[in-house]
């Protein structure tokens, strides 16, 4: 025959400094998820940012300049948006072809 074993549980504060080790616990899991949620936001966002810009920037690929409609589009997408209202610049840049 199996042994009865009785199981109680423990909260914060008993079992001589058991709460303490709990709450270093939840303060790292607390930290480790605001930062995976920071990262996966920014990993978004950078996705987002290169969804809405690439097309555009493919201009600089034929000319040095962008066309009065890209122009426009970039006014569109950071002029009173709430995007525009998060990113405080944005520059495009060619690369060197060697």
Not at 24 to 33: L, N, P, Q
Not at 53 to 60: H, T, V
Request: hydrophobic letters at 40%; one cysteine or more.
């Amino acid at each position: 025959m199996g042994r009865a074993v009785a199981v109680q549980p423990v909260r914060p504060g008993d079992g001589g400094g058991a709460g303490q080790r709990d709450d270093g616990h939840r303060a790292f899991v607390t930290a480790r998820i605001q930062e995976s949620v920071v990262r996966n936001s920014a990993n978004a966002t950078a996705m987002y940012m290169d969804s809405i810009l690439s097309p555009i920037s493919q201009q600089f690929a034929r000319s040095d300049t962008l066309s009065p409609g890209a122009q426009r589009a970039l006014e569109e997408i950071f002029a009173d948006t709430p995007l525009g209202q998060r990113v405080v610049s944005y520059k495009f840049w060619r690369s060197m072809a060697c």
